[in-house]
T-cell receptor
Framework: GAVVSQHPSWVICKSGTSVKIECRSL??????MFWYRQFPKQSLMLMAT?????????EQGVEKDKFLINHASLTLSTLTVTSAHPEDSSFYIC???????????FGPGTRLTVT | QQQVKQSPQSLIVQKGGIPIINCAYE??????FPWYQQFPGKGPALLIA?????SEKKEGRFTISFNKSAKQFSLHIMDSQPGDSATYFC?????????????FGQGTELSVKP
């Protein structure tokens, strides 16, 4: 149980285009989902917290107009990187909070490369 | 203070050894302390978690020791195997916000030599 999926697992896009990453909780309802970014050999950096049906809360320094987050249902959240640039290349990981146990489960991550 | 300090940054042990990873915190409002294991190119996986009402919790070969007065907790891996080679993250979350964000340590890269 407690599986979180992410799609795609990797994506290459050209500079200036937008990319959407999906995060789904497969066997539990997640009223809260989190999006992280991780650079090589570093810890997880929280980008934003999203609650189902409401606007996401962004961490300081994260551009909300660049990283659009939509939490449309209890099992799906999406992150759209708009007008991507090479410096947006990174490993993006979503996570979902199981309201039953209050434990937080992570997806497998999405490797984004912007050329 | 919202930080969680993790040490060591990297650790090498022989197969069968018992690596120990330590974390310290200052915020006494933290009441949930999970450990995550992350393999290269993968998302973190929840290993084991503890709350302050117990001093130790075991799940298989993984044990968390918790010292509330010292505000420290640690992960022990018994009979470590090469397959345990991964990066381990400790984390903490406050009691007043069970749906809120986890505060992560800096991570420990563990290598278990055959």
């Amino acid at each position: 149980g407690a599986v979180v999926s992410q799609h795609p697992s990797w994506v290459i896009c050209k500079s200036g285009t937008s990319v959407k990453i999906e995060c789904r909780s497969l066997d539990f309802q997640a009223t809260t989902m989190f999006w992280y970014r991780q650079f090589p050999k570093q810890s997880l950096m929280l980008m934003a917290t999203s609650n189902e049906g409401s606007k996401a809360t962004y961490e300081q320094g994260v551009e909300k107009d660049k990283f659009l987050i939509n939490h449309a249902s209890l099992t799906l959240s999406t992150l759209t990187v708009t007008s991507a640039h090479p410096e947006d290349s990174s490993f993006y990981i979503c996570s979902a909070l199981d309201r039953g146990s209050y434990e937080q489960y992570f997806g497998p991550g999405t490797r984004l490369t912007v050329t | 203070q919202q930080q969680v300090k993790q040490s060591p940054q990297s650790l090498i042990v022989q197969k069968g050894g018992i690596p120990i990873i330590n974390c310290a915190y200052e915020n006494t409002a933290f009441d949930y302390f999970p450990w995550y294991q992350q393999f290269p190119g993968k998302g973190p996986a929840l290993l084991i978690a503890i709350r302050p009402d117990v001093s130790e919790k075991k799940e298989g070969r993984f044990t968390i020791s918790f010292n509330k007065s010292a505000k420290q907790f640690s992960l022990h891996i018994m009979d470590s195997q090469p397959g345990d080679s991964a990066t381990y993250f400790c984390a903490a979350r406050p009691i007043y916000n069970q749906g809120g964000k986890l505060i992560f340590g800096q991570g420990t890269e563990l290598s278990v030599k055959p």
